[in-house]
């Protein structure tokens, strides 16, 4: 399956990357800078030089699903925030509806579904991935919404818990970069959006219990 996925130069995208090609997957990685092509090649992917707020379509067209992990950082403030994780992440979409891919995984966050459950300081964030979340509920692409816990950097378990609403908890990005991947592949994960942290269910087997 050739996948292409936007924000591979990230910690979790750089893993998806490495994931799909150790699966035999075809992955191509979009980033903005020319330098980060070479850490692309590195991880045994195709680099596709784009920017989620642009015109993306060269990089949409001839892929077999579209997986959105791009993000503007921690460090940046509520404009930027729009303008990536919630703008971006629809232009992504758009593209992929206009040259006919139908799969589309979006990396979102616990309590993108209602923002009310965080604080202040979260809720613009939560807000925006939610609105981009939204946007993509109302196409008629085969999404899945991948809503995990707070990241960790932590070896992979390659068991999770997922649920429409979860408690607060962690996952490693490891464990997340597998759920998405998973989910490409899962009819039971379409059309779907939930939320995930560690847990006890291989990730497989976790998808399948999904309603």
């Known amino acids: 399956m050739k996948v292409l996925v936007a924000g591979a130069n990230g910690k979790t995208g750089r893993l998806l990357i490495q994931y799909l090609k150790e699966d035999g997957h075809e992955p191509y990685g979009m980033v903005r800078k020319e330098e980060q092509k070479g850490t692309i090649e590195s991880?045994?992917?195709i680099p596709v030089l784009a920017d989620v707020t642009k015109d993306v379509g060269h990089g949409v067209k001839g892929m077999d699903a579209v997986i959105f992990a791009a993000g503007?950082?921690?460090?940046?403030?509520?404009?930027?925030?729009?303008?990536?994780?919630?703008e971006g992440?629809?232009?992504?979409?758009?593209?992929?509806e206009e040259f006919g891919m139908t799969k589309f995984v979006m990396l979102s966050s616990i309590a993108a579904?209602?923002?009310s459950r965080v604080g202040e300081d979260m809720r613009h964030y939560m807000e925006a991935k939610g609105?981009?979340?939204?946007?993509?509920?109302s196409t008629e692409l085969d999404y899945t919404i991948v809503r995990p816990g707070g990241l960790t950097d932590g070896d992979s378990t390659s068991k999770i818990t997922v649920g429409d609403t979860v408690d607060f908890?962690?996952?490693p990005r490891a464990d997340v970069a597998k759920t998405i991947i998973a989910a490409l592949q899962e009819p039971n994960a379409f059309h779907k959006a939930f939320e995930v942290i560690s847990g006890d269910t291989q990730i497989?087997?976790?998808?399948?219990?999904?309603?």
Do not use: M
């Not at 992440?89 to 992929?96: D, E, G, P, Y």
């Not at 609105?131 to 509920?137: G, S």
């Open 169 to 171: 908890g962690e996952i």
């Open 43 to 45: 991880l045994g992917g």
């Open 72 to 86: 503007s950082g921690s460090s940046t403030g509520p404009e930027e925030t729009v303008r990536v994780d919630q």
């Open 131 to 137: 609105k981009a979340d939204e946007y993509l509920q």
């Open 89 to 96: 992440a629809i232009n992504l979409i758009k593209h992929t």
């Open 113 to 115: 579904g209602d923002p």
């Open 204 to 211: 497989e087997e976790a998808l399948k219990t999904l309603r």
